[in-house]
């Protein structure tokens, strides 16, 4: 649709144009005049009628000039009128007088002023051409003012009065008829750009609305062509607007979302109001994404079907988040279940150990049987620490948040992991905390717990050495960013959606349960934990912290408390 024209273009418009059927007609009339004063007699001059026309066109154009210098176009339209109705004198004065053919020119100037000035011109143009008109009767009645060739006929006072009433109430007739279409016209004109402008603000309205919902949307007409697509439905479907408008469905979509052709095809066929389905489309990295979809006809006001429209939302974070929901649920029963049967096995275990150990100390074993015995208490011990773990990740209390410094936190968790030889043996540790780190709350033996069993993971990757670089930057003064970047061998990236799960894990010898406590306590605190692997060789695991508030505080205080009676 085209842009509204605005009010003041429209005016221009308009006058231009009557200035242009003004100077045509000033043309005919004058035009006819001649014709006629040459038939009827070769006394009357036409110079003179030649110099009006050209003072019309003399008038029309120092108008167009003052309209374009931004003189206020109301004065001109006064200036012309006064002006057309000296020249309807002229042209009745050389045309054979108040006796001639010419006396209803008036009325020319006065529909130009009713036009140009509505009601109130029309009747002042009305007024003037009347005083003009009576006056220019009396000047011939007394012989003071003759027409060119002719004396003009005689007519008594009568006659002389009728002929004025006439012509004055024309004049008056035309004034009003043209002052009152000239107020509807404009007052038309006036509810018409009223209705284009409420018209283009719902469609710009309409369009803004679109473009910036979040659900796509796609119009398809009866003919099964594509009339419109906003920018969520281009985003959702990775199809550019100009390669899915005008063309029909099957051309459009079929590529990358067959399923919705499909299914906007079967609801053009449809007498079915609307279709609500689940399908999936194609995106270019070649993954199926799921989609919930809404069809429903498009109506006139006349009931008549214009087409369907299509309203589709990308349920990809819904399934997400439903797969989220689904593996917390069994995780929580799985925890339930294990932490009750971790409880039962702990004791039983440590009369086993209690009695194995008695056993070893009083015994003399030597040979084969003493290296078994070592095993049962090595293993005893294991599965004592495997049980102490878990309950631990399956019993987290909820934080207890306080003010802390997270680089204080981390220079103390280096510190006790250098003095543990086992893990650290031949790996130099690097820390680098920014000057500028906020104090976060937060729980900080939890945190210290995080730091620690990330440092030791790192460690136990780098076989033979390495160096593990602890590196602590502010995200915004909103969160603090802790990167664990070590020299190892890297991540292996099978089962990596496992990789917080309880008892997962890939290296030898491991419990499976340091990640995902790790990630439970990084959550507890809102924050969350990633990973990937470094360029050249190891793995980086990055914790984000919230700083939170002490408001925030207070209440996981209370909720901690309430916990714990």
Not at 303 to 309: A, E, H, Q
Not at 312 to 322: G, N, P, W
């Amino acid at each position: 649709m085209a842009t509204q024209e605005s009010a003041t273009a429209v005016e221009r418009r308009d006058f231009d144009r009557f200035l242009v059927l003004r100077a045509i007609i000033a043309a005919l009339v004058v035009g006819a005049g001649v014709t006629i004063v040459e038939l009827t007699s070769d006394a009357f001059a036409v110079g003179p009628l030649y110099g009006l026309l050209g003072a019309s066109m003399v008038v029309g154009a120092a108008a167009l000039g003052l309209d374009r210098a931004g003189v206020s176009r109301r004065r001109i339209a006064w200036g012309v009128v006064v002006a057309d109705i000296a020249l309807s004198a002229g042209i009745m004065h050389y045309g054979g007088g108040v006796d001639g053919q010419f006396t209803t020119v008036y009325c020319l100037a006065i529909a130009a002023g009713a036009f140009l000035l509505a009601m109130p011109g029309g009747l002042t143009t009305a007024l003037l051409s009347s005083l003009c008109f009576v006056g220019f009767q009396l000047l011939e009645a007394q012989g003071i003012l003759r027409p060119p060739g002719g004396e003009g006929l005689p007519r008594t006072v009568t006659s002389g009065l009728i002929d004025a009433y006439m012509h004055v109430s024309m004049f008056f007739l035309v004034g009003t008829v043209g002052g009152y279409l000239a107020d509807r016209i404009k007052l038309k004109g006036r509810a018409l750009q009223h209705a284009q402008s409420a018209l283009e603000q719902l469609r710009v309205d309409t369009n803004y609305i679109l473009e910036n919902m979040s659900s796509g949307v796609l119009v398809v007409d009866t003919d099964g062509r594509v009339v419109t697509m906003n920018a969520a439905a281009e985003q959702i479907l990775e199809l550019a607007k100009s390669g899915v408008e005008n063309r029909g469905i099957h051309e459009a979509l079929t590529v990358r979302a067959p399923d919705l052709a499909h299914e906007l095809e079967l609801s053009l066929e449809s007498e079915h109001g609307k279709r609500r389905q689940e399908i999936a489309t194609h995106t270019r990295g070649g993954r199926d994404r799921p989609l919930g979809i809404s069809i429903s006809h498009l109506h006139d006001a006349d009931g008549n079907r214009r087409g369907i429209i299509a309203v589709f939302q990308d349920l990809t974070e819904v399934h997400e988040m439903r797969e989220r929901v689904r593996k917390a649920d069994r995780l929580a029963a799985i925890g339930e279940l294990s932490a009750g049967i971790a409880h039962e096995l702990r004791n039983p275990l440590a009369s086993i150990s209690g009695s194995i150990e008695m056993l070893y100390q009083e015994l003399e074993l030597d040979g084969e049987n003493k290296r078994l015995m070592e095993l049962i208490m090595r293993e005893s011990d294991r599965l004592d620490r495997i049980i102490s773990d878990f309950l631990e990740f399956a019993r987290l209390r909820t934080p207890r948040r306080f003010p802390s410094r997270v680089d204080k936190s981390l220079s103390e968790t280096m510190v006790l992991l250098k003095k543990n030889a086992e893990k650290s043996n031949g790996i130099a540790v690097r820390l680098e905390c920014a000057d500028n780190l906020p104090t976060v709350y937060m729980d900080d033996e939890q945190l210290r717990q995080v730091f620690m069993n990330l440092s030791i993971n790192a460690c136990e990757a780098m076989v033979g050495g390495g160096t593990l670089e602890v590196v602590a930057t502010p995200q915004g003064g909103e969160a603090i960013q802790v990167e664990f970047r070590d020299s190892g061998r890297g991540i292996d990236l099978e089962g990596v959606e496992r990789f917080f799960e309880p008892f997962f894990t890939t290296k030898e010898g491991g419990t499976g349960l340091g990640l995902a406590i790790a990630n439970k306590i990084v959550s507890a605190h809102g924050g969350t934990i990633g990973f990937r692997n470094r360029v050249g060789g190891g793995a980086v695991f990055t914790i984000t912290l919230p700083v939170g508030t002490p408001v925030q505080a207070r209440v996981d205080d209370d909720v901690a408390v309430a916990t714990v009676e």
